[in-house]
């Protein structure tokens, strides 16, 4: 790593302890704080790679990967800019308008705009291409009904990424359109679900003929499986995919350091394993983006098996914490795994699509 980076690492450690942040694991996605999220923007820590006319650094994904682990490592409150940075913010540069650009791009590093992913319906999670949201042409723009699932922060967004179908085509895969929708909006409803230890992240979010101006469509209209396709590896190939459970993995360093076992260290040592070389993938796929590649087949392998981790590394911290006397920070960070690591296997495309992309990239399809 250069001297630069380095320095940038460095900077957000500093950045991160002078705010007492109290570490969680899956801090992405359960850590919600929109000042933390503007006090990020303001150091430039959010749409590093984007343009400067639009408020970005023009710094390359390397850098961005540094700050990303950093803030992840110290499991800090990110999820209130973190889809935005990670997907909707790349998604409105390469297909957007330059007034969609204008508009969100420069409010998205000041984190001031929070969005929700309006994908997975009843019948569309793994199969995108059933969705059954639709979107009716309508004077001046669109009108769209129908029922999303899961929907992460839609009780805290600004607004929503919502993909609708517009059209027919020969294939399930044509007609699709992607949208920018306000969640202010009075036809919008969302209710809560909660998750196995009744926190509430994840929503229904339903739509009633909600209007969504033409220009707040992203790309061409019809073209949205090509679009989404390519979001999608944005998605799933960021370090938080096995990331979430660091705080985790650190506390448990600190006790096997106090009350040495050996198992536990060797345990220990078989997960920084782990983690070197899943990094290494991060790494990789972070040049592929820096070198104009859209790296879904590395993308699907680092989700892939950085779920697979995430999981281990709970399990281990099972017994590490046991035998070495976890203390109540350490059995927290537990508890915030334990709940955790069961949807990363589902969330962002279950494990089993993860193989199939993979093997059809592998086969050249
Ligand atoms: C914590 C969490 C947060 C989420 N946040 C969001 C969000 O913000 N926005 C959003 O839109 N969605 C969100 N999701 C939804 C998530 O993307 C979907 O749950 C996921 O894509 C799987 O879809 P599904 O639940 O419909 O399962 P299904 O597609 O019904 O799959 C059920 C099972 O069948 C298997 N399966 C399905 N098809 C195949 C196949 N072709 N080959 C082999 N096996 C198959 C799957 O692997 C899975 O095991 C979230 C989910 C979780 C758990």
């Known amino acids: 790593m250069t001297e630069d980076l380095d320095r940038l690492g460095r900077d957000v450690r500093e950045f991160v302890a002078a705010t007492g942040v109290v570490a969680r694991c899956d801090s992405w996605m359960r850590g919600f704080d929109q000042e933390f999220s503007r006090a990020v923007g303001k150091r430039g820590w959010i749409g590093m790679t984007w343009p400067r006319r639009y408020g970005g650094g023009e710094r390359s994904n390397e850098a961005r990967l540094v700050v990303t682990e950093e803030l992840l490592r110290a499991g800090a409150p990110v999820a209130a800019h973190w889809t935005a940075d990670r997907q909707i913010g790349p ?6 308008s330059e007034e969609l650009r204008a508009e969100f791009l420069p409010a998205i590093c000041r984190g001031d705009v929070v969005f929700c992913l309006g ?4 019948e569309a999670g793994s199969d995108l291409a059933a969705v059954r949201t639709r979107a009716v042409a309508v004077d001046g ?10 929907t992460t922060s839609a009780h805290h967004a600004t607004h929503a990424y919502v993909l609708a179908r517009t059209g027919t085509g020969d294939s399930k895969h ?9 969640m202010d909006n009075p036809g919008i409803t969302v209710r809560p679900i909660l998750d196995l230890v009744g926190e509430h992240h994840f929503n229904e979010m339903l ?3 909600v209007f969504v101006p033409e220009r707040r469509v992203i790309g061409t209209v019809g073209a949205g499986w090509s679009q989404v396709t390519e979001q999608l590896a944005f998605e799933r190939g960021g370090v ?3 990331l979430s ?6 506390a448990m360093v600190g006790c096997a350091r106090r009350s040495p076992d050996r198992a536990a ?3 220990i040592g078989a997960l920084a394993a782990r983690l070197t070389a899943l990094r290494r993938l991060g790494y990789e796929i972070a040049a592929a983006l820096d070198a104009g590649e859209a790296p879904v087949r590395q993308a699907a392998e680092s989700k892939l098996l950085g779920t697979h981790f995430e999981k281990d590394v709970v399990e281990v911290a099972r017994y590490v914490l046991d035998v070495c006397d976890g203390d109540a920070d350490a059995f927290a960070l537990l508890a915030d795994g334990i709940a955790a690591v069961p949807a990363g296997s589902i969330r962002g495309g279950s494990s089993e699509i993860m193989r199939t992309v993979i093997s059809r990239a592998e086969a050249g399809r």
């Open 245 to 250: 459970t660091y705080p985790l993995l650190a």
């Open 174 to 182: 044509q007609g699709l359109t992607e949208f920018l929708v306000d």
């Open 119 to 122: 994908l997975s319906e009843t």
């Open 240 to 242: 938080e995919r096995f």
């Open 91 to 96: 998604a409105i540069l390469r297909y957007g």
């Open 207 to 209: 739509l009633d003929r």
């Open 265 to 267: 260290v060797e345990r």
């Open 141 to 150: 723009g669109w009108e769209i009904t129908g029922a999303k699932l899961w």
